[in-house]
């Protein structure tokens, strides 16, 4: 009895990603089409078409679990300890200082080589 609900659900899910396909294709190609048409109206048209598309998609299972997946990520991004202003410009001078000295010892490294390779070809 569970297989028959859940293919016939499959099937369903299947219906709403093709209507919601359609609905963005539908949106793009029309935005294409009525090139010269007011382009508030355009906008709108294809912002309502993407929003129902959008509400059409989140009714299928995968939907559902992206859903719960987007509140469970927003959960999880409150709980962040976020560094203070005066710590993340801290951290930003070290990485800036950090990629100067690698660069000032890869530039002298590579001066270094060359005139080995110099030495040694006699160019």
């Known amino acids: 009895m569970k297989t028959n609900i859940e293919n016939q659900s499959d099937s369903l899910d299947i219906v709403k990603w093709g209507v919601a396909a359609l609905l963005v294709a539908t949106a793009v190609i029309g935005n294409q089409f009525y ?3 007011n382009v508030v109206a355009r906008v709108a ?3 309502i078409a ?4 959008g ?4 009714q299928t299972s995968k939907g559902k679990q992206a859903q719960s997946f987007a509140r469970e990520a927003h959960i ?3 709980k962040v300890v976020w560094p203070t202003r005066q ?3 801290n951290t930003t001078f070290i990485v800036l200082a950090a990629t100067a000295v690698m660069a000032l010892i890869l530039w002298g490294l590579d ?6 390779v110099n030495l040694i070809t006699g160019v």
Request: charged content about 20%.
């Open 35 to 37: 090139a010269d048409a």
């Open 45 to 47: 048209g294809v912002i």
């Open 50 to 53: 993407f929003a129902i598309a």
């Open 55 to 58: 509400v059409i998609a989140l």
């Open 76 to 78: 999880e991004v409150r």
């Open 87 to 89: 710590e993340a410009l």
């Open 111 to 116: 001066a270094i080589l060359l005139r080995v």
